[in-house]
C-alpha cells in the first residue's frame, strides 16, 4: 500500500514537470537620444587698478582683467560685449564713458579696451565687441585693458563700478 501511494505522489509530482520544457521570448527595440544644445558660458576676472596719484598730468594707471568663454563645440563665432558700466555718462553702447564712483558722489573716469590700454574702446554693441573663436568646447581668455586717464584731480577713497560682460553667439 505504502508503494502504491509513492508511485501515485510521484506520478502527481512529474506529470506537473514537462521534461522538455522551453521558454517563451519576445523582444522590442530600445530606443536612446540625447540632445547636445549649444551654449556659450562666461565668467570674469576683475581689474584692480592699484592706486592712483590724483592731479597729476602724467599720472595715469593701467590694468588688466580678463573675460573667459566656452562654447559648445561647433557654435557659431561670437562676441563678448562689455556693458556702460553702474555711472555711465553721455554716450552710446558703442563707446561708452565709463566712471567708478566713491562712497559719496565723487566719480572716476576709466576705459576698457579689448587691443591695449588706451586703444579703442570696448563696447557694447556687435561692431564694437570683441570676437570670440568658433566653439571648441575649451576656454578662450580675452584680456581686457583698463586705464585711468591722468590728471584726475579726486578726494581719497574707493572708487567701484561693474560692468555686465555679455556672449552672444
Do not use: H
Not at 89 to 113: E, F, H, I
Request: charged share 15%; with cysteine.
Amino acid at each position: 500500500m505504502k508503494k502504491s501511494i509513492i508511485i501515485a505522489a510521484l506520478a502527481v509530482v512529474l506529470a506537473g514537470v514537462s521534461i522538455n520544457s522551453y521558454a517563451v521570448s519576445t523582444f522590442t527595440d530600445l530606443e536612446v537620444s540625447a540632445t547636445i544644445t549649444e551654449v556659450c558660458t562666461i565668467t570674469t576676472t576683475p581689474i584692480a587698478f592699484g592706486e592712483y596719484t590724483t592731479g597729476f598730468a602724467n599720472e595715469l594707471v593701467d590694468g588688466t582683467g580678463t573675460v573667459k568663454t566656452n562654447c559648445t563645440i561647433g557654435t557659431d563665432s561670437g562676441y563678448v560685449t562689455l556693458g556702460q558700466g553702474l555711472y555711465k555718462v553721455a554716450g552710446t553702447d558703442a563707446a561708452p564713458q565709463r566712471l567708478m564712483k566713491n562712497a559719496g558722489t565723487d566719480t572716476l573716469a576709466y576705459s576698457l579696451s579689448s587691443v591695449s590700454s588706451g586703444g579703442t574702446e570696448w563696447g557694447n554693441t556687435d561692431s564694437t565687441g570683441k570676437a570670440t573663436a568658433v566653439g571648441t568646447g575649451a576656454d578662450t581668455t580675452l584680456t581686457v585693458f583698463g586705464r585711468i586717464p591722468a590728471g584726475q584731480n579726486k578726494p581719497a577713497g574707493s572708487y567701484t563700478d561693474t560692468v555686465v560682460a555679455t556672449v552672444t553667439w
